[in-house]
């Protein structure tokens, strides 16, 4: 079992790991509230014949040891098992790891081609997040919500959500009504006069 | 119990959480699956059909087992709702402790450089 320290590193890992197989890789949390432990799993199954010496003082048993261990060493470079480990007691983490089952339930969901912000780099942009996912089309289309839905949908959020964080800073609100946005900065000038 | 819906799951998972709060785990696994045999998806695969994927997301709590799945189009909404869920329960975890950080630190500055540096608090 392998506990990854960095949270950039398990992701990384973990998304790379899904897409070299996504049949068999699955994503495993397990949260104990009493204990505030929260540990994060993922994992591809692929059998990996463990090493273990044996001391046997049958020369028989030795043979066939010694036997297995090379046959694990060759397997083990043909199949090689990952699994990918994260646990933590942060609150912080949880919020980091609810964009991780984001990404995953995309990925499962709609197939290992999506694209996926996978740097947290450009996820920080993302903090403010599902405002300014749901506002966006003020700036792509007044009106067209068929066009932003498929943009939501669509894996480029780094591009909309810069060109947006203008936005929101410009307008300082993301609200549903795409309208009421773009109307909102000429009636908020004219109260200030 | 066993597969359900993705709402009724949701509910179910809530409760299990609840249940959990001072003993016990919740486990919830998420992984890709057609839903179909081995068989079913090779005859699909010959016919040519495309196999169409889901989400296949499992909970228990070491007693119960629920599980739903999830496809392309309902998984947004399920994620949101999953997420809001998540959040209102995993409130055992700690938070950022950056002010105790701090007072360390100064703590420490003051302790090592008493002699060197006048403290900043008198």
């Given at each position: 079992m392998v506990y990854v320290t960095s949270w950039d590193e398990f992701v990384g890992r973990s998304v790379q790991l899904y897409k070299a197989d996504p049949q068999s890789t699955r994503y495993c949390m397990k949260y104990r509230h009493c204990d505030g432990k929260l540990v994060l799993k993922v994992t591809d199954n692929k059998e990996m014949q463990r090493f273990s010496f044996i001391i046997s003082s049958d020369v028989q048993l030795l043979f066939k040891s010694v036997i297995s261990l090379l046959l694990a060493f060759c397997l083990g470079l043909l199949i090689w098992e990952e699994c990918l480990k994260f646990k933590t007691d942060q609150a912080q983490d949880a919020k980091k790891m609810e964009k991780l089952n984001n990404i995953f339930f995309a990925l499962m969901a709609r197939g290992p081609d999506v694209t996926?912000?996978?740097?947290?780099?450009?996820?920080?942009?993302?903090?403010?997040?599902?405002?300014?996912?749901?506002?966006?089309?003020?700036?792509?289309?007044?009106?067209?919500?068929?066009?932003?839905?498929?943009?939501?949908?669509?894996?480029?959020?780094?591009?909309?959500?810069?060109?947006?964080?203008?936005?929101?800073?410009?307008?300082?609100?993301?609200?549903?009504?795409?309208?009421?946005?773009?109307?909102?900065?000429?009636?908020?000038?004219?109260?200030?006069? | 119990m066993g597969l359900l819906q993705p709402d009724p799951f949701l509910n179910e998972l809530t409760s299990m959480f609840e249940r959990n709060r001072d003993k016990g785990s919740v486990w919830v696994t998420v992984k890709r699956s057609s839903m179909k045999s081995k068989s079913q998806k090779n005859k699909m695969a010959t016919a040519g059909e495309p196999v169409e994927y889901r989400c296949l997301i499992r909970a228990t709590d070491g007693k119960k087992k629920i599980s739903t799945t999830v496809g392309a189009k309902d998984h947004q909404r399920f994620q949101a709702s999953y997420a809001t869920l998540l959040k209102a329960h995993m409130a055992a975890l700690k938070k950022r402790?950056?002010?105790?950080?701090?007072?360390?630190?100064?703590?420490?500055?003051?302790?090592?450089?008493?002699?060197?540096?006048?403290?900043?608090?008198v």
């Open positions: 996926v912000p996978l740097t947290f780099a450009v996820d920080l942009s993302e903090v403010t997040g599902k405002e300014q996912m749901e506002a966006q089309p003020a700036k792509k289309g007044r009106g067209r919500k068929q066009h932003s839905d498929i943009l939501q949908t669509a894996g480029r959020e780094a591009e909309v959500l810069f060109s947006f964080g203008l936005l929101q800073k410009f307008c300082g609100v993301g609200k549903h009504d795409p309208m009421m946005l773009l109307s909102l900065p000429p009636s908020i000038r004219l109260h200030k006069k | 402790e950056r002010k105790d950080k701090k007072k360390g630190v100064d703590g420490d500055r003051k302790d090592g450089a008493g002699s060197t540096k006048k403290p900043k608090r």
